[in-house]
């Protein structure tokens, strides 16, 4: 194996820092291509396996490939590590690929057919390359990304931005080449603390990333694009508007079902199972992003079936390797994704402790030809009296009302969430604040024992109900406001046991919406105080098992912070400083307003 370095010149002249990883002998190879703002050098936390917990750098992966015979490429981001440029995050990702590319299909140890890889930010830039329609592409293997649409999931969701943004970008400002190169830049960012920040309204020049510009400039102007317009349509942005532009081509989508991406894998697996004739897989696990390899998320086990190791394959540089084998060489390789969904549905387990302290909620995989499974039907569960969920249609008419201050939002408790510390951490937790949990005001205490929060539960479950599809909510709601958010949590809640004597109410999937966006992303319109919205949330989709005895619960607030920007309650537009107004919001429910959640069911074989 050799490797060399390369400065290939982008269309404009900007250069991008490129190793090159060839096998021993005679080529031309077929060519693997990963382009990352995380150090083409780098080591990553998501690339170490069951049997090799340390997580193995780039060089050594590219290594591990090209032993198997594949030419590796491993390329810096614009503007990140060695490559020349401004870095602006997730912009112009498609030129410099379709450049990349194009280098290399020019290259005598290319045999013409170049497969894309690449994890979170290395999922993004493939789906961005893929809308151009670029020749000689082969293959991808899209990780954990890859925006079916960031503006309802991964940058914004329900019209709300996320927070995880704000995190990302001092980190990565810290880390960039001009950081590293001025003093008094470095000096400035390192003595930011984030929890000094993320509750305020960020303007140019007065941001904790002042200090690096380019970074302040692109978190700006995405907070204030509020509204789904061009700037949300572009390829690197949008896969979904663009999927009949992909070249038709084997592609492994995954993703986690603790991972702002699970929306984006399934989103993009079904717009590119339509109209081509190569195979698609879908794979989703019960991870945070990135770690398939580890039997948890969060403070919740799902038992040893639970990583990908030795579950969906012998681990996962395997899997990708042998999947690129069958799919593109042509090779004898096992097919490990015979099926085209492989999913995890989580619960079924004993439910006690494991010796590190969490829950042993379990679980299993499920694989089948469609998401949602065909066999699943959708369940509608009613908001009714006594704020129980019930499968009928509640008679009489009822209101649940709370107030929202948005000085005293309701703190986030995991979910779908990555890059998010020091503020945050993503995963299954008992929805109880703890002295970790970033604004708490009361220790110990539920989520659902919050004056903010209202709950409806469903009776004590007779039978296992597995629920594997989409989850949405759809509520009649009301605000003393002009412009307020609604919040929806599905959460399994166990019963009290000698392990919990409190119970575990474990948060399963969520989502928000802004009430200013109820009819369209694209024309927002300010609510009449008091008048009744029908209004729709989609939260992220799941696959769990509520257990019989368990019951099926959803919370319903105004407020998930730091996930999620707080609503001032004013109708300001995003980015602009207003002075927050307490809102008085209610949900309606009962004959005149159906309010319900709906989501799919699957029977036990």
């Known amino acids: 194996m050799s490797r060399t370095t390369h400065m290939i010149a982008a269309r404009d002249g900007v250069r991008l820092a490129t190793d090159v990883y060839l096998p021993a002998g005679k080529g031309p190879w077929t060519v693997l291509l990963e382009r990352t703002p995380y150090d083409r050098r780098g080591t990553n936390h998501a690339d170490r396996t069951l049997a090799e917990p340390e997580p193995k750098s780039k060089p050594q992966i590219a290594a591990w490939f090209a032993d198997r015979g594949f030419a590796y490429v491993l390329q810096d981001c614009r503007g990140r590590f060695e490559s020349e440029g401004r870095f602006e995050k997730y912009l112009g990702e498609q030129a410099d690929g379709v450049d990349t590319l194009n280098w290399i299909l020019a290259q005598p140890w290319c045999d013409g057919r170049v497969c894309t890889l690449g994890f979170s930010y290395g999922a993004h830039v493939q789906t961005a390359l893929a809308a151009a329609t670029p020749a000689g592409l082969a293959a991808m293997f899209i990780d954990s990304g890859g925006f079916s649409s960031a503006f309802d999931s991964g940058i914004r969701q329900g019209g709300a931005y996320e927070l995880k943004q ?36 960020w303007t140019h020049g007065h941001s904790a990333v002042s200090a690096a510009p380019e970074y302040e400039a692109y978190i700006l102007e995405q907070w204030a694009h509020e509204k789904f317009d061009d700037f949300w349509q572009r390829a690197e942005f949008f896969a979904r508007g663009h999927h009949d532009r992909f070249p038709d081509v084997p ?26 004739k190569s195979p698609v897989r879908l794979v989703l696990g019960p991870w945070t992003h990135g770690q398939r390899s580890l039997t948890y998320a969060g403070d919740v086990d799902f038992g040893a079936a639970a990583t990908l190791d030795g579950q969906v394959a012998p681990d996962y540089p395997t899997l990708r390797s042998d999947f690129f084998d069958r799919y593109v060489r042509g090779g004898d390789a096992p097919d490990w994704l015979a099926s085209p969904v492989t999913v995890f549905v989580m619960g079924g387990g004993p439910g006690g402790k494991t010796v590190e302290g969490r829950l042993q909620h379990g679980g299993s995989w499920l694989r089948c030809s469609d998401w949602p499974p065909r066999e699943a039907k959708p369940l509608r569960l009613y908001l009714a009296e006594a704020r129980s969920l019930q499968s009928r249609r509640p008679a009489e008419d009822l209101e649940e009302s709370w107030q929202h201050d948005p000085l005293d939002p309701v703190p986030t408790i995991g979910g779908a969430i990555t890059s998010g510390a020091p503020l945050m951490e993503g995963g299954a937790f008992d929805q109880r604040e703890t002295a970790q949990t970033f604004g708490s005001s009361a220790i110990g205490r539920p989520l659902a024992d919050r004056k903010d929060v209202v709950s409806f539960r469903s009776a004590p479950l ?42 575990f109410a474990m948060n399963v999937t969520d989502g928000i919406l802004r009430l200013r966006f109820r009819d369209s992303f694209s024309e927002p319109k300010l609510a009449e105080p008091g008048k009744i919205y029908p209004i729709e949330i989609v939260l992220l989709p799941t696959a769990n098992r509520f257990v019989r005895g368990h019951r099926l619960r959803i919370d319903v607030a105004s407020s998930n912070f730091p996930h999620f920007d707080v609503n001032p309650n004013t109708g300001a537009p995003a980015g602009v400083p207003s002075t927050p107004l307490v809102a008085q919001n209610r949900v309606h429910a009962g004959s005149a307003a159906p309010s319900h959640l709906e989501i799919f069911v699957l029977a036990d074989p």
């Open 251 to 276: 592609c492994v989508l995954m993703s986690s079902w603790y991972d702002p991406y699970s929306r984006t894998a399934i989103e993009n697996f079904i717009g590119l199972r339509s109209g081509k």
């Open 462 to 503: 007779e039978r296992d109900l597995q629920v594997v599809g989409p989850v949405r909510a759809r509520l009649w709601v009301s605000t003393s406001a002009v412009d307020t958010d609604f919040v929806v949590k599905l959460v399994d809640e166990y019963p009290p046991s000698q392990e919990w004597p409190s119970g």
């Open 166 to 201: 704000l995190t990302w970008a001092l980190k990565h400002a810290r880390l960039a080449r001009e950081t590293r190169d001025d003093p008094r830049r470095r000096s400035a960012l390192e003595s930011v603390d984030i929890r000094d920040w993320v509750g305020k309204v």
